[in-house]
T-cell receptor
């Protein structure tokens, strides 16, 4: 079946540093979504991407839909302590009409003040 | 008020017991999903429903059943709980009409089976 590989698995960075993480798929997608999960809470949608090559920002977050449609990237600039959490990528091939998402394993981010 | 709510938020139960987790949404979405989260494994789909009359198995449906009582309500049951069903369970919704596939999650239920 379809698989998503998300890397890195975890990151421990200094406040103020930039962060990059990515997801790669064995199949092409036409939707990429990025979520953040705080401890004890459900995932919250950060950015949605619908077109190959698309670059979208949400504050200090920027995500890109890879040209091959098999990958996506999330960057966080000037990290702050509240960026701590688990970041998930998710992909979907909507024309299958199932609406099902495939999730990456998550990147755990820790920020040292 | 939260758009997607789950009850209970925490539950401890014994092996062999039947347990039901409930999900309600006020977003007016037609599609609802149940996921399980285990450390290092991300989110895995248990069941999904496109409307009240449509129920579909996900990748890990064995040992689980669901009921879509109304468009706004989707419950997950463990008929006979076992310890390896200890996990975080999330309900999610999406709106087919937007054609965008975005899913919105509830706060989760932490289930422990002893």
């Amino acid at each position: 079946g379809q698989q998503l590989n998300q890397s890195p698995q975890s990151m421990f960075i200094q406040e103020g540093e930039d962060v990059s993480m990515n997801c790669t798929s064995s199949s092409i997608f036409n939707t990429w979504l990025w979520y953040k999960q705080d401890p004890g809470e459900g995932p919250v949608l950060l950015i949605a991407l619908y077109k190959a090559g698309e670059l979208t920002s949400n504050g200090r977050l920027t995500a890109q839909f890879g040209i091959t449609r098999k990958d996506s990237f999330l960057n966080i600039s000037a990290s702050i302590p509240s960026d701590v959490g688990i970041y998930f990528c998710a992909g979907s091939y909507l024309s299958s009409n199932t609406g099902k998402l495939i999730f990456g394993q998550g990147t755990t981010l820790q920020v040292k003040p | 008020d939260a758009d997607v709510t789950q009850t209970p938020r925490n539950r401890i139960t014994k092996t062999g017991k039947r347990i039901m987790l409930e999900c309600s949404q006020t977003k007016g979405h037609d599609r609802m999903y149940w996921y399980r989260q285990d450390p290092g494994l991300g989110l895995r789909l248990i069941y999904y429903s496109f409307d009240v009359k449509d129920i579909n198995k996900g990748e890990i449906s064995d040992g689980y059943s669901v009921s879509r009582q109304a468009q706004a309500k989707f419950s997950l049951s463990l008929e006979s709980a076992i310890p390896n069903q200890t996990a975080l369970y999330f309900c999610a919704t999406s709106d087919f009409g937007t054609g965008k596939g975005e899913q919105y999650f509830g706060p989760g239920t932490r289930l422990t089976v002893t």
